[in-house]
């Protein structure tokens, strides 16, 4: 779970982003070993966020502008 620092404020989250919510937020945060990225569901900020390294966050970041998580069509 994150620390202070990014529990009330530093979420960020597209400009292009409805007023609704309904985006992904992500913030910066410190822990002792470095620094970690954090991801939550905006609709639920208090349901928790995942937190990554750096890496893994560029490895996921990576991984999603390829199209390597998109959905299969329905009822293809």
């Given at each position: 779970m994150?620390?202070?620092?990014?529990?009330?404020?530093?979420?960020?989250?597209?400009?292009?982003?409805?007023?609704?919510?309904?985006?992904v937020?992500?913030?910066?945060?410190?822990a002792?070993?470095?620094?970690?990225?954090?991801?939550?569901?905006?609709?639920?900020?208090?349901?928790?966020?995942?937190?990554?390294?750096?890496?893994?966050?560029?490895?996921?970041?990576?991984?999603?502008?390829?199209?390597?998580?998109?959905?299969?069509?329905?009822?293809?």
């Amino acid at each position: 779970m994150l620390t202070d620092g990014t529990s009330g404020h530093g979420w960020r989250r597209s400009r292009r982003c409805q007023t609704n919510n309904g985006c992904v937020e992500v913030a910066r945060a410190e822990a002792p070993t470095g620094p970690l990225i954090a991801i939550r569901d905006g609709t639920l900020p208090a349901a928790g966020a995942l937190v990554l390294e750096p890496g893994a966050w560029r490895a996921l970041l990576h991984r999603l502008k390829a199209g390597d998580s998109d959905m299969p069509e329905r009822g293809a």
